[in-house]
């Protein structure tokens, strides 16, 4: 018996194949009467920029990421304006909390899953190229290679139409 799918943690770096994945966790949530976490994770600052000092590090890192929820909460509702026309649910209900994060995705993405319970995880990859580590990209293959639960992995369609009203 396959397990009830009811959190669904969506993971977006903000790009265009982001976008596109996001449709697919919409349409699994509609479907199966799913909530969706949106995760974003930010890239620690590298070693270097500690010289800058402490307190000026930590005010930026918080600046970065209420810059990020902002841009989210911004293109959720665009997109789900612009999604909401094709079908009954809208999608902005699917969506029950925004976590921007900061660390490295695939440990972030790991933790979020695990700390919330989720159960399938939704990834956008670039899909270029014939190698398996480019196909599926560095960190969707390590968030595949980690997990126990099912992940959901959606390349950028080969008729790349344009999706930039669409970035989520």
């Known amino acids: 018996m396959i397990p009830a799918i009811k959190k669904i943690l969506y993971s977006t770096d903000l790009s265009r194949n982001s976008a596109y994945a996001f449709r697919y966790a919409v349409d699994l949530a509609q479907m199966r009467n799913a909530k969706i976490i949106i995760l974003h994770a930010v ?24 810059m990020a929820v902002s841009e989210i909460k911004s293109r959720l509702k665009t997109f789900c304006e612009t999604f909401d026309t094709k079908s009954d649910t ?5 969506v029950s909390d925004i976590l921007v994060q900061i660390g490295h995705p695939v440990e972030e993405i790991l933790k979020a899953a695990d700390e919330q319970n989720c159960d399938l995880i939704v990834l956008g990859t670039h899909g270029k190229g014939f190698l398996l580590q ?22 950028l369609p080969s008729e790349q139409k344009d999706l930039k009203e669409e970035a989520l």
């Open 43 to 66: 890239e620690p600052m590298p070693p270097y920029v500690y010289s800058i000092g402490q307190e000026t590090l930590l005010k930026t890192q918080r600046e970065h990421v209420d």
């Open 90 to 94: 809208p999608c902005v209900e699917l």
């Open 134 to 155: 480019t196909f599926l990209g560095s960190v969707a293959r390590s968030v595949l290679d980690r997990t126990r639960k099912p992940v959901f992995i959606v390349p």
